[in-house]
């Protein structure tokens, strides 16, 4: 195996090996910092993170507010206390080995107010920032006023060109490097476009010598560029270490370091990802925030699937095609196709009697039990996005205009749920598509743990 040679991230030389960051106590500042310790980049995530009171006991998450925006309030004060709390254990963690960086979901709401008041309250703790799941056009502004770099998270050279273009070429001095994130490959939140098809992968190879172009181009030759996704274990991208096409890259590893001893995530959890064969992680577009992302087909995505593929469409007004009357509520009726009927009395004499619209023009089936459920998470929304489908919410204006979408779910509720100890069949599990290698990989014969260190060494190592 070729030598992994250190480089230059966050003004110090590390390993180019990077802990991805996962929210909602997907990574915390013990497994961030045991990963900076060892030389490399570990990345706490701001996405409801766990705060800690001045003894180091935990704060649970709670919500007293009646109204959504005081709700909202609280998420937001709670996730600046949660990244101070874990930006001021990783770094003890660490000591003065390797970078701490730490990770944003740009669609999470009011995402630059916690970015802000967290790298004030933790000066000098955090060396980086990175952000996905939008375009985090201010991203730089940021960084360079708080005198930090920051690796904006894209999917194609495109996606670089439109922000560097817009923004970061006023605020190149701190760009320390860009996240290639394979839209066909990472967990969690990708960033599919329209114009590429989620059923035709393509090869990682080209898209990145077409970004070490579009950087070229910039001005930014030597600008390492973090390869994320799919990245198991580095004897498999030997083509891409020391190669003059795709120039100075590094590492990030997403999925690995959830199963160390270091890692915050449930044992059942963990038994989960060692137990997901191949094909059991899927790409769909059943989040809230609108995007694709990966998970593992379990219960609950089972479910939603279920609920998608059993929809009808339906018309407000009575037309030639849809002419059969179905009263939804006193006050509601909606009109369907003739031979939409039956389906509808099947699903009744399945349980599914209960019916809600989609912003789509189209029917969902529910159980009593699930359209309550439903019904009761929007009632207790946070509004922890932007936007989002399943409650209506948005941040700009109170409220999208669009129906509430019951093909969707409450994200905070089920990441908080399974991050914290919740049914792992039952709740939303994202994860990478190398998930399965877990059970194929020596490392973890026998349902063994490795801590980051012995992780750490045998990725050095090439395996």
Partial sequence: MKELKKIVLSDAEVFPLVEGG???????????????????????????????????????????????????????????????????IAHDIAGNNGRIHMNML??????????????EGAKGLIHGLTSGAGLPYNLGQIASEHGVYYYPIISSARAFGVLWKRAYKNYSDYLGGVVYEDPWLAGGHNGLSNAENPLEPQRPYERLIELRKMLTDCGLKDLPII??????????????????????????????????????????????????????????????????????KNKFLSRLIERKNNEIAYSDEQTNEFNHKLVLSEVLSVYIKDQDLIHVQDMAA????????????????????????????????????????????????????????????????????????????????????????????????GGHIPSVHELFEAILSGK
Avoid at 33 to 51: C, F, M, N
Avoid at 228 to 239: H, I, K, N, P, R
């Fill in 227 to 296: 390869i994320a996704g799919g990245v198991w274990c580095l004897a498999e991208w030997q083509d891409y270490i020391d190669n003059p096409e795709i120039g100075k890259v590094a590492f990030q590893f997403g999925t690995r370091p959830m199963i160390t001893k270091e890692s915050p995530i449930s044992d059942d959890w963990k038994k989960l990802m060692l137990g997901t064969k191949k094909g059991d992680v899927i790409l769909q577009k059943f989040s809230p925030t609108g995007f694709y992302s990966s998970a593992i």
């Fill in 106 to 119: 740009w669609e999470m709401a009011d995402s630059q107010e916690v970015i802000i008041r967290v790298l």
């Fill in 22 to 88: 996962k929210g909602i106590n997907g990574t915390d500042g013990r497994s961030s910092g045991s990963w900076a310790k060892e030389g490399g980049v570990g990345t706490i995530s701001l996405v409801s993170p766990t705060a800690l009171d001045e003894n180091g006991e935990i704060i649970p998450e709670l919500f007293h507010e009646k109204i959504r925006e005081k709700r909202h309030r609280e998420m937001v004060d709670y996730a600046v206390k949660g990244g101070i709390s874990q930006a001021k």
């Fill in 350 to 445: 399945k349980g599914f009697n209960k019916i809600e619209r989609t912003p789509d023009n189209t029917l969902v089936f529910l159980t009593p039990e699930e359209r309550q459920s439903i019904k009761t998470d929007i009632a207790h929304c946070v509004g922890c996005l932007s936007q989002c489908q399943f409650s209506g919410w948005s941040r700009a204006n109170g409220s999208t205009g669009k129906i509430p979408d019951c093909r969707t779910y409450c994200i905070h509720k089920t990441l908080m749920n399974i991050g914290h100890g919740g049914d792992v069949d039952n709740e939303l599990a994202f994860a990478g598509h190398n998930v399965y290698r877990f059970g194929l990989d020596p490392m973890y014969a």
